[in-house]
């Protein structure tokens, strides 16, 4: 019998599409129940990605119950759930195109909001990003980071774009899927790295407006979103 083979995946999403594949062979049967998991050694060469994307895919099976650990070995589970192939992947989907929604609007905003503010409105914004730190609570972040975008909002000198950007940020608080990654207990390690990125993101974006550097700013908001983007898409299940 030839040995288990995995073809390579895109680098796009890859712990996602490394998990579905996966989890494909699974329900298959090609993975049978019962069985050990392939080395993680061995599916980082077969998928041609690196070990932690091979990490986050056995972890997201884990969370699903497709996969069991025993030891320091991974087994597929003797019984697997009835869990729809792609049903998380929707939930995510939908928080990526909020987070679109974001990357259009606020790297603007974070540029206009540098060449227009006022010094009192420069000062607030310093002011509150200075209060983020990376070990607050999830509820006292969320409600500072929305004080601090709409500060920024509100700086940008175009009462238009700061009404459209409150309602796009009302959609994302507002968001079940939103809510339910960042308030799932096996999300827990992944939402404090949130909350330690954007502590550090709110302060360089702060630093950009407050100096008049519209570049900084706007590349400041967009790596900002970026890697939370990555954190949520990407690590949470």
């Given at each position: 019998?030839?040995?288990?083979?995995?073809?390579p995946?895109?680098?796009a999403?890859?712990?996602?599409?490394?998990?579905?594949?996966?989890?494909?062979?699974?329900?298959?049967?090609?993975?049978?129940?019962?069985?050990?998991?392939?080395?993680?050694?061995?599916?980082?060469?077969?998928?041609?990605?690196?070990?932690?994307?091979?990490?986050?895919?056995?972890q997201?099976?884990?969370?699903?119950?497709?996969?069991?650990?025993?030891?320091?070995?991974?087994?597929?589970?003797?019984?697997?759930?009835?869990?729809?192939?792609?049903?998380?992947?929707?939930?995510?989907?939908n928080?990526?195109?909020?987070?679109?929604?974001?990357?259009?609007?606020?790297?603007?905003?974070?540029?206009?909001?540098?060449?227009?503010?006022?010094e009192?409105?420069?000062?607030?914004?310093?002011?509150?990003?200075?209060?983020?730190?990376?070990?607050?609570?999830?509820?006292?972040?969320?409600?500072?980071?929305?004080?601090?975008?709409?500060?920024?909002?509100?700086?940008?000198?175009?009462?238009?774009?700061h009404?459209?950007?409150?309602?796009?940020?009302?959609?994302?608080?507002?968001?079940?899927?939103?809510?339910?990654?960042?308030?799932?207990?096996?999300?827990?390690?992944?939402?404090?790295?949130?909350?330690?990125?954007?502590?550090?993101?709110?302060?360089?974006?702060?630093?950009?407006?407050?100096?008049?550097?519209?570049?900084?700013?706007?590349?400041?908001?967009?790596?900002?979103?970026?890697?939370?983007?990555?954190?949520?898409?990407?690590?949470?299940?």
């Amino acid at each position: 019998m030839d040995p288990l083979r995995f073809a390579p995946v895109s680098r796009a999403t890859v712990s996602e599409k490394v998990r579905d594949s996966l989890l494909e062979s699974i329900r298959d049967g090609v993975l049978a129940p019962g069985a050990r998991f392939p080395a993680e050694r061995t599916l980082c060469e077969q998928f041609g990605v690196a070990r932690t994307s091979v990490r986050e895919a056995v972890q997201g099976l884990v969370f699903l119950g497709c996969v069991i650990k025993r030891g320091n070995r991974f087994f597929v589970a003797e019984s697997l759930p009835d869990v729809p192939l792609g049903a998380d992947d929707q939930r995510k989907r939908n928080v990526s195109e909020l987070f679109e929604v974001r990357q259009v609007m606020e790297v603007a905003i974070a540029r206009l909001a540098a060449l227009r503010s006022s010094e009192a409105e420069r000062a607030h914004i310093t002011a509150l990003a200075d209060r983020f730190g990376a070990g607050m609570g999830l509820e006292d972040f969320r409600d500072l980071d929305r004080r601090f975008h709409l500060a920024l909002a509100r700086a940008c000198g175009n009462p238009t774009l700061h009404e459209l950007y409150r309602k796009a940020l009302d959609a994302v608080f507002d968001s079940e899927d939103f809510s339910s990654l960042l308030d799932a207990e096996d999300n827990a390690g992944a939402v404090r790295e949130v909350i330690a990125e954007a502590s550090l993101a709110h302060v360089r974006i702060a630093a950009g407006v407050s100096g008049g550097d519209a570049r900084a700013a706007a590349l400041a908001a967009a790596d900002h979103l970026g890697e939370v983007e990555k954190h949520m898409i990407a690590r949470m299940f």
